[in-house]
Protein backbone atom coordinates (compact mmCIF):
# COMPACT_ATOMS: atom_id res chain seq x y z
CA UNK A 1 0.00 0.00 0.00
CA UNK A 2 1.04 3.52 -1.01
CA UNK A 3 1.37 5.94 2.25
CA UNK A 4 -0.64 9.28 1.08
CA UNK A 5 2.16 12.13 0.13
CA UNK A 6 1.17 15.65 -1.06
CA UNK A 7 2.56 17.02 -3.96
CA UNK A 8 2.38 20.61 -5.45
CA UNK A 9 3.07 21.21 -9.14
CA UNK A 10 3.99 24.47 -10.04
CA UNK A 11 3.89 25.31 -13.90
CA UNK A 12 6.50 28.32 -14.81
CA UNK A 13 4.94 31.57 -15.70
CA UNK A 14 5.14 31.85 -20.01
CA UNK A 15 8.00 34.52 -20.91
CA UNK A 16 6.04 37.56 -21.99
CA UNK A 17 9.08 38.80 -24.25
CA UNK A 18 9.15 35.65 -26.14
CA UNK A 19 8.29 35.31 -29.88
CA UNK A 20 5.54 32.83 -28.48
CA UNK A 21 3.49 35.34 -26.68
CA UNK A 22 -0.22 34.55 -26.76
CA UNK A 23 -1.35 37.79 -24.82
CA UNK A 24 -3.33 39.41 -28.05
CA UNK A 25 -4.69 36.02 -29.17
CA UNK A 26 -5.66 35.95 -25.26
CA UNK A 27 -7.02 39.03 -24.93
CA UNK A 28 -9.40 38.30 -28.21
CA UNK A 29 -10.37 34.89 -26.80
CA UNK A 30 -11.51 36.68 -23.40
CA UNK A 31 -8.68 34.02 -22.05
CA UNK A 32 -6.11 34.17 -19.38
CA UNK A 33 -3.81 31.41 -21.37
CA UNK A 34 -4.15 29.66 -24.17
CA UNK A 35 -3.17 26.26 -23.08
CA UNK A 36 -3.15 24.35 -20.44
CA UNK A 37 -0.35 22.55 -18.20
CA UNK A 38 -1.10 18.92 -19.79
CA UNK A 39 2.04 17.89 -18.81
CA UNK A 40 1.79 18.35 -15.77
CA UNK A 41 -1.98 17.27 -15.66
CA UNK A 42 -0.69 13.94 -16.84
CA UNK A 43 2.09 13.05 -14.73
CA UNK A 44 -0.76 14.01 -11.62
CA UNK A 45 -2.88 11.59 -13.11
CA UNK A 46 -0.05 8.71 -12.80
CA UNK A 47 0.54 9.30 -9.25
CA UNK A 48 -1.13 6.98 -6.66
CA UNK A 49 -4.58 7.71 -6.21
CA UNK A 50 -3.68 8.32 -2.28
CA UNK A 51 -1.55 10.87 -2.80
CA UNK A 52 -2.92 14.46 -2.66
CA UNK A 53 -1.84 16.70 -5.83
CA UNK A 54 -2.40 20.46 -6.27
CA UNK A 55 -1.62 22.41 -9.76
CA UNK A 56 -0.86 26.22 -9.39
CA UNK A 57 -0.27 27.67 -12.87
CA UNK A 58 1.55 30.65 -13.03
CA UNK A 59 -0.12 32.11 -15.90
CA UNK A 60 -3.51 32.08 -14.52
CA UNK A 61 -2.57 32.24 -10.68
CA UNK A 62 -0.57 33.99 -8.72
CA UNK A 63 2.16 31.63 -6.42
CA UNK A 64 0.85 31.74 -2.25
CA UNK A 65 3.14 31.22 0.73
CA UNK A 66 0.07 29.37 1.66
CA UNK A 67 0.75 26.84 -1.41
CA UNK A 68 4.36 26.60 -0.17
CA UNK A 69 3.10 25.88 3.34
CA UNK A 70 0.37 23.09 2.17
Given at each position: ??????????????????FW??????????????????????????????????????????LA??????
Amino acid sequence: MTESCKVLMIFPRFNANSFWNYQAACDLAGARYPAAPLGLITVAALLPAEWDVRLVNRNTEELADADLAW
